[in-house]
């Protein structure tokens, strides 16, 4: 077991490694366009579609295979690019992002599963914090139904779930370059107040093929939210991310993001709005059926925060 926890430890340093040479490599190839922007990002095509729609003064950039746009949206300049699906991707795609382009704020747009029973599809979060709730320890059963943790869980206030149990992440950055470990990182305080601002904004209730969500989408700006590299379709693992981490929404980036803009300095939030309700729903498949709906609400979101950015 130790030895399996050594090598584990080591393939964390090589990657932490690999990823920092990677961008010493990217900002030694220089920048692709100095005007300082915010970084818009979402996971995949359907959600950063709307948004080109949207974009003004529009030019393309690619670097290692990504597009990056850059332009304007509601007269502000920014740069929209996919980052790709999951933990790895979006955190090597924002740091790539940071590298090449000037980037001001980090702001995130997107769907997720939802996991407080009191929000519902359609429904947009704009949430205070974000954890990587499967940074775990697999524990050792030492009785049916009882692990031994280790103490490993550092300042992480959650039970385990099973044999897992969520261990804070090893960061570090310019005001604290010594390793230290953290599990929640803020969003930005003045990003946070922006958002609260945001009034009368007219959400969708129903898709393109006239398909009705049974309550109207509302914006709900506050509590947790927790990302992971797993698509959550269960609701025991729903529940336990509810009551564990206080969670209202999951995910697969947004943690991910947050951490390189802590690690970077880079202000950073993030609107996402529910597409299904992470095993908690009526019915399969619910995340097929509103992907779409639930993308244009969060850009909805997304462009009326830009508009109140002062």
Not at 37 to 46: G, H, K, L, Q, T
Not at 69 to 76: I, N, P, S, V
Request: net charge negative; with cysteine.
């Amino acid at each position: 077991m130790a030895a399996f926890l050594c090598i584990c430890r080591f393939g964390l340093y090589l990657l932490a490694f690999c990823l920092a040479a990677t961008s010493a490599i990217a900002q030694a190839a220089g920048r692709l366009d100095e005007t300082p922007r915010i970084a818009v990002i979402s996971a995949f095509e359907p959600e950063v579609a709307i948004l080109r729609g949207a974009l003004g003064e529009t030019a393309r950039h690619s670097v290692n295979g990504v597009e990056f746009l850059t332009g304007t949206l509601q007269g502000k300049p920014v740069l929209v690019f996919l980052s790709g699906v999951s933990m790895i991707n979006a955190a090597m795609n924002t740091q790539l992002a940071l590298d090449r382009f000037n980037v001001t704020h980090i702001v995130f747009s997107g769907v997720a599963g939802g996991v407080n029973p009191g929000l519902h599809i359609g429904d947009v979060t704009v949430v205070e914090r974000w954890g990587q709730y499967l940074e775990t320890v697999a524990a050792l059963e030492i009785e049916p139904g009882r692990y031994d943790a280790m103490g490993v869980g550092g300042d992480v206030d959650a039970p385990g779930f099973g044999m897992f149990f969520t261990r804070p992440v090893m960061v570090r950055n310019a005001e604290q370059p010594a390793l230290h470990e953290k599990f929640w990182f803020d969003v930005d305080p003045g990003l946070l107040e922006t958002a609260r601002r945001i009034q009368d904004l007219e959400l969708k209730d129903c898709d393109a093929k006239g398909q009705c969500l049974t309550q109207r989408p509302k914006l709900v700006v506050g509590g947790n939210g927790v990302s992971g590299p797993v698509f959550v379709d269960n609701p025991a693992l729903r529940e336990h991310l509810h009551e564990a981490f206080q969670a209202n929404v999951v995910d697969m980036e947004s943690a991910a993001c947050a951490m390189v803009a802590y690690s970077n300095g880079v202000p950073f939030i993030a609107f996402r709005s529910l597409s299904d309700l992470a095993g908690g729903g009526d019915g399969a498949g619910e995340v097929h059926t509103f992907l779409n709906l639930a993308a244009e609400n969060s850009t909805r979101v997304l462009m009326a925060f830009l508009k109140a950015w002062q």
